[in-house]
Structures are given as structure tokens and as C-alpha cells.
């Protein structure tokens, strides 16, 4: 079997001899841009090693695993547009670097290229492995629209917000599971398994997103801290501190989300300062380590000797240990 590292090579390698022989060059290149700014490929990771828990032969799926790099990325570009984000992992957003319109057309351009390379797939897996992606990609909107809604609420139900993130976040990891486990003809109770198990990890790592936006390192984390905070994002964060907060405190939160016109660094000292009066921070990692500990379960199930499940189980806990 490949270990993690081994196999983040490979996705990396393989992202870095793809070429572009398509024109204008105006329209790649900013999809080349996207590709090659680094991060965890956690995605294409993931898919392959589920795969390499039944079959060795990692580099038969390695252009389906980067269908998946390339879906992602397509939804990071468009988030941050929406976001008016101004920097991803520690370099300009699409946006920031060329335009908003390079930023709709390349991130449409990047949709299309991740079913034609999820598509890639012996013809045998094609009819279930699509199905399960357009579902995911389905959902990834339902709950980016949710996350939209949620903008001009602040009655969210901290419930609704993990539907949400669950929609938006989670069904990617647990979709790269699955397929992987689909490509590698695995039984299917232990693809329902390894699905689950990506939808609740899934879950604990955006909810250590929310975290790390407000108490994170940027050096680390890859963006500037606070911004959920200044964009007043519903995150679990802000959710359970509207509900938990006294009389006083939720007239402060009040105040700094309805201000129009306020310094950034004030604004989210104040509230992380009330985050810290109301307890959400332990609050927070407290679901952080629900849901990990929940998912573990469904590892469990998948009927595999434990030895075999043990790097994916590994990479998994790194995942969860990003910066505290």
C-alpha cells in the first residue's frame, strides 16, 4: 500500500504535467493558476487512498482523483468571488489577479474539465461513478445557496448551519471515498461506509475551518484571520453565539453586525472577545471532536483488517490537527 505522502506525490505530479492545448491561453491560465497554488489535495487524496484500500494499482484512477482537484478548485475560485476573497492559500484570488468575468469564465471552463476527467473511467464504473458526482455537485450548490440565504438571517438554527455545511462541504470528501470505492469494485456496504465516514469528517472539518478563521495562524491557515467575522458569515461560531449570548453581549454582537463602516481589526478583536465571554471557542472544539470521534465508526465497519484501514484512519487524524 502507498502511504498518504506517497500518494499526494503522485496527485501532485500528475497536476503538474497536465497541459492545456486548448484556445485562447487567456482561458487557461488562470485554471493553470488555480491548480498549482498548492494545497492539502485532500480530495483526490482521499479517493485514492479508499481505491488503494482494494487495489494497488493507484495510477489507473490518478485522472478521475484530479476530476475532483479540479471540481474543488472551480468551487474555491467562484466562493471567492462571492466572498470578494482577496487571497487563497497565501496568494491573489482569480479575481484579485485578473478580473471578475476571467473568474466566472475560467471557473466554468474548470467545471467542464472535471466531468471530462471524471469521465475518464473505465466504461463499466461510468454510470454510477457520474451519478454520485452530479449528485455531489448538486448538493455543493443547494448548500452554497443555503450559506447565501443564511447572509440575511440571524434566526439560523445551529442544525440548518450543519445541513448546510454538510451539503456544501462534506459530500465532496464523502463523494472521493465513495468513487474510490466504486473504481476499486469494494463491496457495497463498505462504500456506504467510507461515505458516511467522509460526510462526518467532512463535518468536523469545516466546523475546524469556522475555528480557525477566528484562531488560527494565517501563516498556516493560508488566508487572513477574521474575515468570517468581518463579513458577518453565519458560521457555527456567530450561530451559537447569538444563542447563547446575554442580554448585553447580544446587544454588542448586534451593533458589530449591523455597522456599515468600521475598521476590520477592531471589529473582529470585539467579537472574538465575545466569543471568548460566551465560551464558543471550547464550545466549538468540542463539536470539532464529536463528529470526528462519530465518524470513526464508520471506518470501522468497513470490512477490512484494521491494518490495511490504518494509513487512511492516520491521514484522517492529520487532517484534524491543522493548527491547535
Excluded at 464523502?174 to 461515505?195: F, H, S, T
Aim: one cysteine or more.
Amino acid at each position: 500500500m502507498y502511504t498518504s505522502e506517497e500518494i499526494l506525490q503522485k496527485v501532485n505530479a500528475y497536476l503538474a504535467q497536465l497541459s492545456y492545448n486548448r484556445h485562447p491561453a487567456s482561458l487557461y491560465i488562470p485554471v493553470q493558476y488555480v491548480l498549482s497554488m498548492g494545497g492539502k489535495r485532500i480530495r483526490p487524496t482521499l479517493m485514492l487512498l479508499a481505491y488503494n484500500l482494494y487495489k494497488e494499482d493507484v495510477d489507473h484512477i490518478l485522472m478521475n482523483a484530479i476530476a475532483l482537484e479540479t471540481y474543488h478548485n472551480y468551487t474555491l475560485l467562484h466562493d471567492d468571488l462571492m466572498d470578494n476573497a482577496d487571497i487563497r492559500r497565501g496568494q491573489m484570488t482569480v479575481h484579485k489577479k485578473w478580473n471578475a468575468n476571467t473568474a466566472i469564465l475560467s471557473g466554468d471552463s474548470m467545471l467542464v474539465l472535471a466531468y471530462e476527467r471524471m469521465a475518464k473511467c473505465d466504461d463499466s464504473y461510468l454510470r454510477p461513478v457520474l451519478d454520485l458526482f452530479t449528485e455531489t455537485a448538486l448538493e455543493i450548490g443547494e448548500g452554497q445557496q443555503y450559506d447565501i440565504d443564511f447572509e440575511t438571517r440571524n434566526d439560523v438554527s445551529e442544525d440548518e448551519y450543519i445541513e448546510m455545511i454538510r451539503l456544501k462541504t462534506s459530500v465532496l470528501l464523502a463523494c472521493a471515498l465513495k468513487i474510490g470505492a466504486i473504481l476499486a469494485d469494494a463491496p457495497e456496504p463498505d462504500q456506504k461506509n467510507l461515505y458516511l465516514f467522509g460526510e462526518r469528517l467532512g463535518l468536523a472539518f469545516q466546523l475546524q475551518d469556522d475555528y480557525l478563521d477566528v484562531y488560527g495562524n494565517p501563516d498556516i491557515f493560508g488566508k487572513r484571520i477574521g474575515g468570517d467575522i468581518f463579513s458577518n458569515k453565519k458560521t457555527y461560531m456567530l450561530i451559537n453565539a447569538l444563542n447563547r449570548a446575554n442580554s448585553e453581549q447580544r446587544k454588542e454582537l448586534d451593533h458589530w453586525i449591523q455597522v456599515k463602516e468600521t475598521d476590520r481589526t477592531e471589529k473582529v478583536e470585539a467579537v472574538t472577545r465575545l466569543y471568548n465571554e460566551i465560551g464558543i471557542d471550547q464550545l466549538a472544539l468540542k463539536k470539532i471532536d464529536y463528529y470526528f470521534e462519530d465518524s470513526k465508526q464508520y471506518l470501522d465497519a468497513v470490512n477490512l483488517p484494521d491494518s490495511r484501514k490504518q494509513i487512511l484512519a492516520n491521514y484522517a487524524q492529520r487532517l484534524m490537527h491543522r493548527n491547535y
